[in-house]
């Protein structure tokens, strides 16, 4: 089974500030990666796939990089609306999810 | 507009069973994979199971294999998971989530808003 971690679990950031989330797999998984926020109570939303595609109708101040076991989630300035939890996911084989990063405001 | 409304969620005790439906809407469910993914109560989340557009292929997690079964009716637009020998770690909120395509290597691009499973006594 291939393991996904993700750093920092937490991270603490203001309004404006550059913000990066890495995803690790236990195993090259190609760029079969996306990215999803969740907001409490809600379902999660994808926002990257394919490790550096931007999904339809999100902000283009999120981009993603990365191929075989290391990838990134970039906010290039954090606004008050992604304040939320982040979750990457690979799809290489079969689907197994991060533990989230958490972003909270400082 | 992509709908996806699961219903079926509630309190069952350890060594039950409970049926949980996924109406879809908005699109054609049978050109779809469809999943399901559970969150436990402030956790992560948890790929649980999948089924190919034509159910010719199935998948599990480990911690479900032998216990829960996935199954879609295309003529209904509907998921199904039927969950037997409900433990109390199966507790969580269960997603419905579609595959943006049919088969292998495809991310989940659309949501329903959850149910609620309590395995309690």
């Known amino acids: 089974d291939i393991q996904m971690t993700q750093s920092p679990s937490t991270l603490s950031a203001s309004v404006g500030d550059r913000v990066t989330i890495t995803c690790r797999a236990s195993?090259?998984?190609?760029?079969?990666l996306a990215w999803y926020q969740q907001k409490p109570g809600k379902a999660p939303k994808l926002l990257i796939y394919?490790?550096?595609s931007l999904e339809s109708g999100v902000p283009s101040r999120f981009s993603g990089s990365g191929s075989g076991t290391e990838f990134t989630l970039t906010i290039s300035s954090l606004q008050p609306d992604d304040f939320a939890t982040y979750y990457c996911q690979q799809y290489n084989s079969l689907w197994t999810f991060g533990q989230g990063t958490k972003v909270e405001i400082k | 507009e992509v709908q996806l409304v699961e219903s079926g969620g509630g309190l069952v005790k350890p060594g039950g069973s409970l049926r949980l439906s996924c109406a879809a809407s908005g699109f054609t469910f049978s050109s779809y994979s469809m999943n399901w993914v559970r969150q436990a109560p402030g956790k992560g989340l948890e790929w649980v199971s999948s089924i190919s557009s034509s159910s010719s292929y199935i998948y599990y997690a480990d911690s479900v294999k032998g216990r829960f079964t996935i199954s879609r009716d295309n003529a209904k637009n509907s998921l199904y998971l039927q969950m037997n020998s409900l433990r109390a770690e199966d507790t969580a909120v269960y997603y419905c989530a579609r595959d943006r395509g049919d088969g292998y290597n495809y991310e989940f691009d659309y949501w329903g808003q959850g149910t609620l499973v309590t395995v309690s006594s």
């Open positions: 394919k490790a550096s």
């Open positions: 195993q090259s998984i190609s760029s079969w």
